[in-house]
């Protein structure tokens, strides 16, 4: 149980252009989920946290504009990176907290997006 | 300074070796704290899970947490080659922090044959 899955998990993308990433929780809900990303040899680092149904929290630094995050269902949250340049190649997780039951601040993580952009 | 430090390793050891992971941290507001392994492009997955301090054990793992010291420690008995990753201490439950989970940037583990 508790399994997140992420969509796709590797893209590559002309600079310009603008790439969708789903997070799903395939056996739960999930009201909030949160979207991280990861650099080479460094650690997650928070950019948003999404609440179904209401706008996303961003983190201080991270461009709403720029990531745009919908989490429409107690399922499916999505991060559209718009505009993409080279420097928001990453490595993008989610992760997902259930609605109901498990611990406090307990979060399921997706397998990750690797983001390349040319 | 960060919030939370770990050391990003490498660190080596023949199998079944006893290993050590820490992590310090400067928030004493911090009141659970999560031990996750990653595999190379993937996601992490949770370890442990301990809220204030206190030891806890499962199965090979065990986690200690020192409140008064702000350090948390992560040991693995009879390590195996299968547990080599990157291993990241996680911290949340400050005072208006919500669900929050602060990382440390993960130790690097290779157990070697």
Known sequence: G???????????????????IECRSLDFQATTMFWYRQFPKQS????ATSNEGSKATYEQGVEKD?????????????????????EDSSFYICSARPSTGGAYNEQFFGPGTRLTVL | QKEVEQDPGPLSVPEGAIVSLNCTYSNSAFQYFMWYRQYSRKGPELLMYTYSSGNKEDGRFTAQVDKSSKYISL??????????????????GYPGGGNKLTFGTGTQLKVEL
């Not at chain 1, 508790?2 to 969708?20: E, F, L, Y």
């Not at chain 1, 720029?66 to 080279?86: G, Q």
């Open chain 1, 44 to 47: 997650l680092m928070l950019m």
């Open chain 2, 75 to 92: 040991f693995i008995r009879d390590s195996q080659p299968s547990d080599s990753a990157t291993y990241l201490c996680a911290m949340s």
């Open chain 1, 66 to 86: 720029k990531f745009l995050i919908n989490h429409a269902s107690l399922t499916l949250s999505t991060l559209t990176v718009t505009s993409a340049h080279p």
């Open chain 1, 2 to 20: 508790a399994v997140v899955s992420q969509h796709p998990s590797w893209v590559i993308c002309k600079s310009g252009t603008s790439v969708k």
